[in-house]
């Protein structure tokens, strides 16, 4: 069974920066790819980022390219999401999940198998 533990989340105000971290233990393999999937109230979930841990290859959705950077501790089993010139509309919960062999589609969010608990993410003045 694989866990993730998420965190990070905090209120910032725009066009500053945070940095969430994802934490996995318990069935670690190397070709399980992890991503962060975001909720805001009243929303549908939307994919973020996603990165594979056996190659890097990363994948970011359109509203976040340029703005997000997603990287991998493997040695730590860790992952991070830098979230830089943040917006109001960033506003939500953010989840660390995983699945195996692949990252899902950034618009099938759904097919990740494993989920953290979630960081809530504020960008407020």
């Known amino acids: 069974q694989l866990e993730l533990v998420d965190s990070g989340g905090g209120l910032v105000q725009p066009g500053g920066s945070l940095r969430l971290s994802c934490k996995a233990s318990g069935l670690i393999l190397e070709y399980l790819a992890i991503g962060w999937v975001r909720q805001a109230p009243g929303k549908e979930r939307e994919g973020v980022s996603c990165i594979t841990l056996s190659d890097g290859s990363a994948y970011y959705g359109d509203s976040v390219k340029g703005r997000f950077t997603i990287s991998r501790d493997n040695a730590n089993n860790r992952v991070y999401l830098q979230m830089d010139s943040l917006k109001p509309e960033d506003t939500a919960v953010y989840y660390c999940?995983?699945?195996?062999?692949?990252?899902?589609?950034?618009?099938?969010?759904?097919?990740?198998?494993?989920w953290g608990q979630g960081t809530q993410v504020t960008v407020s003045s």
């Open positions: 999940t995983a699945q195996l062999n692949y990252c899902p589609s950034l618009t099938s969010p759904h097919e990740y198998t494993y």
